[in-house]
């Protein structure tokens, strides 16, 4: 073994027994590895001769990044010994909200530590990086030396670090940042076992394994869905009908999955629960929305005090955005039982330091054989850390070696010692040999504890982000560059939080930093014949996919009436809307799409309530145009009744009526008004 190999197990083994006697002294260790690097307990190679640990998750990434925020570094590169440091180090530019964090928190640490140590190097201040180490006080030539520095120097630098990540946190409680916890330890701990297993066996792998011990979560995964989408188009095309089942969609959740999307009762239902939950906000803007109300403003709160009386105080509220916002960039975790495996290398190391405290007292250990009342004494350890073994009548009785590599074969071949039939013959056929009844007693010994030892610990595994969905209806009504103020750039998919060129923004009210993270989507409605959408194009276009709905006629053909269906009713209605204005204020299905086929009584209605009066806005009561698109069947003409009136006069002269041209009005949808004639009317289907 080299002395780059054995310092790395004598710091191990050291951080293990400290973890050991307190279960909060936690450490990371290498769960990865690429080839050459296969057998190593921490990250490093042999080559670079270093290897470091840390004791605290916090997740940073930049370009160039390969290590962790603070490090526990052994160097080896000196031909007069060796030395360890604890170096910090983060980019003085960071992008994102926990690069952040973590440079306030270096910086913190950078304060409080600076005179209190002798052996410390800071980076110049020009360098892109912040960067900074305490050195320990010597070189040594083996591990035994560097204990009372090395536990002198983590005594006082992990309750500063501690401190400062719990004062951050406070402050910032989106910061990721802790201790590993005992359950994270085990799970390093398994990982790293089933690595070096692994290896044992292909010793001569090929393949290199990617290194991604300690990486920040991929917080976003990618989607098919457009961050920021407008569904436009005409009134009546089911925009906001739409935004029901595209919100669930990208949520896409086990309920959607299972969900039949041709029960809008239960479509409904779900999207009214993700409402409640607060996974989906649905907000309609209008000409009184404003900045404070969708980002964060002042607002005014009544207080009274025990006498009754009253007082007026102002607070920053957060807006409908800001809160959807902070809610999707929290951090989920889920509650997962993790078995904390109690393997037979443990309890071999249990069974041989058990043994060295009773040959300490000069007792022998006793572990009970398969005949009833008899038993074998431990009474010596090998260097190879073997056990010597006799029977515990007798001190001049022969002596057994009971080997680790034997014992570990028979366990794997019997797990369960009450199989076995003839102890001498199956034990042989595994291991050759004799002393089998030495190497039961151990066995039992080993199995016994790791069925007691054996647990099930819960851990926190952080989860992926859920999806969240901000639904704006009628996004055009309202004064966008009023509304959005600067966050009008942030929505923008490169700007969001976790891409290279993400922005943060200072709100002008809390002074807190705020930024827009990729698991929020926006969802806006716009309808086409609202006067209000050419103001809106220039302030969008850039930032937001634009779907267009049109009517579909396809779906009405299906509600059949005497001779016409209605699907060529609305197409006819809309190319005469078209020809007399355009297609951006035709009318949509959703008017008809809930009408039975053959019921009058429902298409009566449908005009009476919806058609005619969205025609009778289109035109500003220009009932020439409406009788051109619905026909004498809706319209009557009024012939001009002559005036007696005595008009002024001018000059002396009485001036002449002016030509007065045709009026139209709408009929009356009384008793008398039959809507199948007037719609025949309407499809030019009346001989004349």
């Not at 074969?409 to 019997?414: G, V």
Request: glycine share 4%; aromatic share 12%; charged share 30%.
């Amino acid at each position: 073994m080299t002395k780059y190999q054995e310092l790395q197990k004598d710091v191990f083994n050291w951080l293990k027994s400290k973890y050991e006697e307190d279960n909060t002294f936690t450490y990371s260790v290498r769960q990865k590895a690429n080839k050459g690097a296969e057998l190593n307990y921490f990250i490093g190679t042999e080559k670079s001769k270093y290897f470091s640990t840390t004791f605290w998750f916090i997740p940073v990434a930049y370009p160039g990044s390969s290590g962790d925020l603070i490090n526990l570094v052994f160097d080896l590169r000196f031909k007069e010994g060796f030395e360890f440091f604890i170096q910090f180090n983060q980019t003085k530019n960071p992008s994102g909200k926990q690069n952040e964090y973590a440079l306030e928190l270096i910086r913190n640490i950078k304060t409080r530590i600076e005179g209190k140590f002798q052996n410390t190097h800071y980076a110049p201040e020009q360098n892109k990086m912040e960067f900074f180490a305490i050195y320990s006080p010597r070189k040594y030539n083996g591990f035994i030396e560097i204990i009372n520095d090395l536990n002198d120097l983590l005594s006082k630098i992990v309750p500063i670090v501690n401190e400062e990540i719990d004062k951050l946190k406070n402050i910032y409680s989106d910061f990721i940042a802790h201790r590993f916890t005992s359950s994270e330890q085990m799970k390093m701990f398994e990982k790293m076992q089933e690595r070096f297993e692994k290896y044992k066996i292909i010793e001569e792998m090929e393949e290199e394994l990617e290194e991604e011990d300690f990486a920040p979560l991929n917080y976003f995964s990618e989607s098919t869905f457009p961050l920021n989408q407008i569904l436009y188009g005409p009134p009546g095309t089911g925009k906001t009908y739409n935004t029901i089942n595209k919100a669930l969609e990208i949520i896409n959740e086990d309920e959607v999955k299972q969900l039949d999307f041709n029960d809008r009762k239960a479509v409904k239902d779900l999207f009214d629960k993700k409402l409640k939950e607060g996974q989906i906000m649905f907000t309609t803007f209008h000409q009184s929305m404003s900045y404070e109300d969708f980002i964060e403003g002042i607002k005014p709160e009544i207080e009274e005090d025990e006498e009754g009386r009253k007082s007026v105080i102002y607070e920053v509220k957060k807006g409908i955005f800001k809160q959807i916002a902070e809610e999707a960039r929290k951090i989920r975790y889920q509650s997962e039982d993790l078995s904390q495996q109690y393997t037979f290398d443990d309890a071999w190391d249990d069974l041989v330091s058990e043994a060295y405290e009773y040959l300490e007292k000069e007792e022998s250990l006793i572990l009970n054989i398969q005949t009833v009342g008899m038993g074998l004494k431990v009474v010596d350890i090998s260097e190879k850390g073997n056990l010597k073994v006799q029977p515990k009548s007798s001190k001049e009785a022969k002596i057994y070696t009971v080997s680790f590599s034997r014992a570990k074969k028979l366990q794997e071949a019997f797990p369960d010692l009450s199989v076995i039939k003839n102890i001498d013959k199956e034990f042989r056929a595994v291991i050759g040999g004799s002393n089998s009844t030495a190497y039961w007693a151990v066995l039992n010994y080993i199995n016994q504890k790791i069925n007691s030892e054996s647990t099930i610990i819960q851990q926190e595994i952080p989860l992926d982000p859920k999806p969240y969905v901000l639904i704006i209806d009628e996004i055009n009504r309202g004064n966008i560059s009023q509304i959005f103020g600067e966050l009008i750039t942030l929505i923008e998919e490169d700007k969001r939080l976790g891409k290279k060129e993400a922005l943060e923004v200072i709100l002008p009210y809390s002074k807190e930093k705020f930024g827009v993270p990729l698991n929020l989507y926006i969802i806006g409605t716009m309808n086409t014949a609202d006067r209000s959408v050419e103001a809106l194009d220039t302030a969008l276009r850039r930032r937001f996919s634009f779907v267009e709905m049109m009517p579909e006629y396809e779906a009405l053909n299906k509600i059949q009436f005497d001779d016409f269906h209605l699907g060529e009713l609305m197409k006819t209605i809309n190319s005469r809307i078209e020809a007399l204005l355009d297609r951006d204020h035709t009318i949509g299905h959703s008017y008809f799409i809930n009408i039975k086929p053959h019921d009058s009584e429902a298409l009566k209605e449908a005009f009476a309530n919806k058609i005619i009066p969205l025609l009778q806005e289109y035109f500003y009561h220009d009932y020439e145009k409406l009788a051109l698109i619905l026909g004498e069947g809706f319209v009557e003409c009024i012939e001009p009744k002559e005036s007696k009136v005595e008009f002024a006069r001018w000059n002396g002269k009485t001036l002449e009526k002016p030509e007065t041209s045709r009026l139209f009005k709408i009929k009356k949808f009384d008793d008398n008004f039959n809507i199948l004639d007037s719609i025949k009317h309407l499809l030019n289907r009346v001989a004349f």
